[in-house]
Protein backbone atom coordinates (compact mmCIF):
# COMPACT_ATOMS: atom_id res chain seq x y z
CA UNK A 1 0.00 0.00 0.00
CA UNK A 2 1.41 3.81 -0.76
CA UNK A 3 2.03 5.36 2.47
CA UNK A 4 4.20 8.54 3.24
CA UNK A 5 5.57 8.85 6.47
CA UNK A 6 6.47 12.11 8.41
CA UNK A 7 7.88 11.10 11.56
CA UNK A 8 7.84 14.34 12.67
CA UNK A 9 4.90 16.89 13.77
CA UNK A 10 7.16 19.41 14.75
CA UNK A 11 10.23 20.69 14.48
CA UNK A 12 12.33 23.78 15.93
CA UNK A 13 15.71 24.79 15.01
CA UNK A 14 17.70 28.33 14.99
CA UNK A 15 18.38 30.85 12.98
CA UNK A 16 21.46 29.79 10.58
CA UNK A 17 21.17 26.12 11.99
CA UNK A 18 20.84 23.07 9.35
CA UNK A 19 17.28 21.77 8.71
CA UNK A 20 16.35 18.28 8.32
CA UNK A 21 12.80 17.04 7.33
CA UNK A 22 12.15 13.30 7.16
CA UNK A 23 10.00 12.01 4.64
CA UNK A 24 9.96 8.02 4.18
CA UNK A 25 7.61 6.38 1.39
CA UNK A 26 5.85 2.68 0.35
CA UNK A 27 5.15 2.49 -2.96
CA UNK A 28 5.37 -0.77 -5.71
CA UNK A 29 6.53 1.05 -8.60
CA UNK A 30 8.72 4.44 -9.55
CA UNK A 31 7.31 7.42 -7.16
CA UNK A 32 6.97 10.69 -8.06
CA UNK A 33 7.93 12.59 -4.89
CA UNK A 34 6.96 16.31 -4.02
CA UNK A 35 7.62 19.09 -0.95
CA UNK A 36 4.58 21.27 -0.37
CA UNK A 37 4.75 24.40 1.76
CA UNK A 38 1.99 25.99 3.22
CA UNK A 39 3.18 29.42 4.76
CA UNK A 40 0.62 30.83 7.21
CA UNK A 41 -2.83 32.19 6.03
CA UNK A 42 -1.53 30.92 2.58
CA UNK A 43 -2.40 28.00 -0.04
CA UNK A 44 -0.14 25.12 -0.08
CA UNK A 45 2.23 25.43 -2.87
CA UNK A 46 5.35 23.26 -4.70
CA UNK A 47 8.24 23.36 -3.27
CA UNK A 48 10.34 21.03 -5.25
CA UNK A 49 10.23 17.87 -7.00
CA UNK A 50 12.43 15.06 -6.89
CA UNK A 51 12.29 14.85 -10.99
CA UNK A 52 13.72 18.45 -11.58
CA UNK A 53 16.48 18.16 -8.78
CA UNK A 54 16.12 21.72 -7.88
CA UNK A 55 17.10 24.27 -4.88
CA UNK A 56 14.39 26.46 -4.58
CA UNK A 57 14.30 28.25 -1.89
CA UNK A 58 17.56 26.97 -0.59
CA UNK A 59 16.30 23.72 0.01
CA UNK A 60 17.04 20.49 -1.65
CA UNK A 61 15.80 17.17 -1.12
CA UNK A 62 17.47 13.32 -2.87
CA UNK A 63 15.34 10.37 -3.22
CA UNK A 64 17.03 7.45 -1.73
CA UNK A 65 15.80 4.52 -3.08
CA UNK A 66 17.47 1.89 -1.24
CA UNK A 67 15.90 3.70 2.51
CA UNK A 68 12.74 4.44 0.27
CA UNK A 69 13.93 8.57 1.92
CA UNK A 70 12.83 11.62 0.40
CA UNK A 71 14.12 13.57 3.45
CA UNK A 72 14.27 17.65 3.06
CA UNK A 73 17.36 19.64 3.38
CA UNK A 74 18.23 23.07 4.53
CA UNK A 75 22.31 24.08 5.10
CA UNK A 76 21.17 27.41 7.05
CA UNK A 77 17.31 27.90 8.21
CA UNK A 78 15.49 31.38 8.31
CA UNK A 79 13.07 32.85 9.35
CA UNK A 80 10.93 32.97 6.75
CA UNK A 81 10.78 28.97 6.59
CA UNK A 82 8.53 28.93 9.21
CA UNK A 83 5.68 27.07 7.72
CA UNK A 84 3.91 23.32 7.35
CA UNK A 85 5.81 21.04 5.15
CA UNK A 86 4.14 18.45 3.48
CA UNK A 87 5.76 15.21 1.39
CA UNK A 88 3.65 14.05 -1.22
CA UNK A 89 3.87 10.89 -3.17
CA UNK A 90 2.19 10.88 -6.82
CA UNK A 91 0.81 7.26 -7.71
CA UNK A 92 -0.75 5.81 -10.69
CA UNK A 93 -3.35 7.95 -12.49
CA UNK A 94 -2.04 10.90 -11.32
CA UNK A 95 -3.50 10.06 -7.82
CA UNK A 96 -1.90 11.90 -4.43
CA UNK A 97 -0.56 10.66 -0.99
CA UNK A 98 0.57 13.19 1.77
CA UNK A 99 2.32 12.65 4.62
CA UNK A 100 1.00 14.47 8.30
CA UNK A 101 3.39 17.25 7.46
CA UNK A 102 5.92 18.76 9.96
CA UNK A 103 5.42 22.31 11.57
CA UNK A 104 8.97 23.85 11.08
CA UNK A 105 9.78 26.59 13.66
CA UNK A 106 12.89 29.04 12.89
CA UNK A 107 13.87 30.41 16.04
CA UNK A 108 14.98 33.72 15.82
CA UNK B 1 -5.33 33.85 -14.20
CA UNK B 2 -7.12 33.60 -10.84
CA UNK B 3 -5.53 29.25 -10.75
CA UNK B 4 -7.79 28.05 -8.46
CA UNK B 5 -10.82 29.18 -6.90
CA UNK B 6 -13.05 27.95 -4.12
CA UNK B 7 -16.25 28.83 -2.74
CA UNK B 8 -17.47 29.67 0.04
CA UNK B 9 -14.33 30.45 2.22
CA UNK B 10 -15.57 29.84 5.30
CA UNK B 11 -19.14 28.04 6.17
CA UNK B 12 -21.00 26.58 9.44
CA UNK B 13 -23.72 23.75 9.05
CA UNK B 14 -25.68 22.02 11.20
CA UNK B 15 -25.73 18.72 11.52
CA UNK B 16 -28.21 16.67 8.69
CA UNK B 17 -27.56 19.50 6.60
CA UNK B 18 -26.36 19.57 3.42
CA UNK B 19 -24.20 21.97 1.09
CA UNK B 20 -22.02 21.89 -1.84
CA UNK B 21 -18.83 23.04 -2.22
CA UNK B 22 -17.57 24.51 -5.34
CA UNK B 23 -13.96 24.78 -7.05
CA UNK B 24 -12.62 26.23 -10.66
CA UNK B 25 -9.77 26.39 -12.35
CA UNK B 26 -8.93 28.25 -15.08
CA UNK B 27 -5.56 26.21 -16.38
CA UNK B 28 -7.05 24.26 -18.53
CA UNK B 29 -5.47 21.19 -16.17
CA UNK B 30 -7.46 17.64 -17.33
CA UNK B 31 -7.08 16.55 -13.25
CA UNK B 32 -8.74 17.69 -10.20
CA UNK B 33 -8.75 16.87 -6.44
CA UNK B 34 -10.51 17.19 -3.22
CA UNK B 35 -8.54 17.24 -0.16
CA UNK B 36 -9.64 17.40 3.57
CA UNK B 37 -6.98 18.77 6.13
CA UNK B 38 -6.77 17.88 9.84
CA UNK B 39 -4.50 18.90 12.85
CA UNK B 40 -2.41 15.61 12.35
CA UNK B 41 -4.08 13.88 9.47
CA UNK B 42 -2.39 15.67 6.90
CA UNK B 43 -3.96 15.98 3.97
CA UNK B 44 -6.29 12.95 2.90
CA UNK B 45 -7.77 12.85 -0.39
CA UNK B 46 -11.58 12.09 -0.63
CA UNK B 47 -11.97 12.35 -3.98
CA UNK B 48 -10.23 13.38 -7.68
CA UNK B 49 -10.99 13.11 -11.48
CA UNK B 50 -7.87 12.58 -13.97
CA UNK B 51 -10.64 13.95 -16.66
CA UNK B 52 -13.89 15.33 -17.87
CA UNK B 53 -16.76 13.10 -16.97
CA UNK B 54 -14.42 11.20 -14.73
CA UNK B 55 -14.28 10.82 -11.20
CA UNK B 56 -12.34 8.22 -8.16
CA UNK B 57 -12.39 7.66 -5.01
CA UNK B 58 -9.46 8.81 -2.94
CA UNK B 59 -8.64 7.62 1.04
CA UNK B 60 -11.76 8.93 2.68
CA UNK B 61 -14.58 8.91 0.64
CA UNK B 62 -17.44 8.01 2.75
CA UNK B 63 -19.94 10.70 3.36
CA UNK B 64 -19.30 12.73 0.29
CA UNK B 65 -20.10 12.76 -3.85
CA UNK B 66 -18.68 14.54 -6.37
CA UNK B 67 -19.34 16.04 -9.44
CA UNK B 68 -17.16 17.16 -12.35
CA UNK B 69 -19.02 19.39 -14.18
CA UNK B 70 -16.98 20.33 -17.18
CA UNK B 71 -13.24 20.58 -17.37
CA UNK B 72 -13.05 23.35 -15.15
CA UNK B 73 -15.67 22.64 -12.77
CA UNK B 74 -15.13 20.15 -9.67
CA UNK B 75 -17.56 20.38 -6.71
CA UNK B 76 -17.86 18.55 -3.66
CA UNK B 77 -21.55 17.85 -1.80
CA UNK B 78 -22.13 16.53 1.55
CA UNK B 79 -25.66 15.50 1.78
CA UNK B 80 -26.32 15.09 5.17
CA UNK B 81 -23.27 16.71 7.57
CA UNK B 82 -21.41 15.37 10.09
CA UNK B 83 -19.61 17.25 13.20
CA UNK B 84 -16.87 15.02 12.39
CA UNK B 85 -17.02 16.81 8.89
CA UNK B 86 -15.19 19.53 10.76
CA UNK B 87 -12.57 20.65 8.25
CA UNK B 88 -10.57 22.25 5.49
CA UNK B 89 -11.42 21.15 2.52
CA UNK B 90 -9.25 22.26 -0.57
CA UNK B 91 -9.54 21.76 -3.97
CA UNK B 92 -6.30 21.56 -6.95
CA UNK B 93 -5.61 20.68 -10.21
CA UNK B 94 -2.69 19.23 -11.50
CA UNK B 95 -0.44 20.13 -14.87
CA UNK B 96 -0.84 17.48 -17.60
CA UNK B 97 2.23 15.92 -16.84
CA UNK B 98 1.80 15.68 -13.59
CA UNK B 99 4.47 18.45 -12.48
CA UNK B 100 2.84 20.77 -10.01
CA UNK B 101 -0.44 20.77 -8.43
CA UNK B 102 -2.31 23.69 -8.06
CA UNK B 103 -4.44 24.54 -4.49
CA UNK B 104 -7.11 26.27 -3.85
CA UNK B 105 -7.31 28.68 -0.69
CA UNK B 106 -9.42 26.19 0.78
CA UNK B 107 -13.04 26.29 1.94
CA UNK B 108 -13.35 26.18 6.27
CA UNK B 109 -16.51 23.94 7.30
CA UNK B 110 -17.18 23.78 10.83
CA UNK B 111 -20.29 21.31 11.65
CA UNK B 112 -22.21 21.55 14.62
Known amino acids: AQRVTQPEKLLSVFKGAPVELKCNYS??????LFWYVQYSRQRLQLLLR??SRESIKGFTADLNKGETSFHLKKPFAQEEDSAMYYC??????????FGTGTSLTVIP | NAGVTQTPKFQVLKTGQSMTLQCAQD?????MYWYRQDPGMGLRLIYY???????DKGEVPNGYNVSRLNKREFSLRLESAAPSQTSVYFCASITSWGETQYFGPGTRLLVL
Open chain 1, 50 to 51: HI
Open chain 1, 27 to 32: YSGSPE
Open chain 2, 49 to 55: SASEGTT
Open chain 1, 88 to 97: ALMGAGNQFY
Open chain 2, 27 to 31: MNHNS
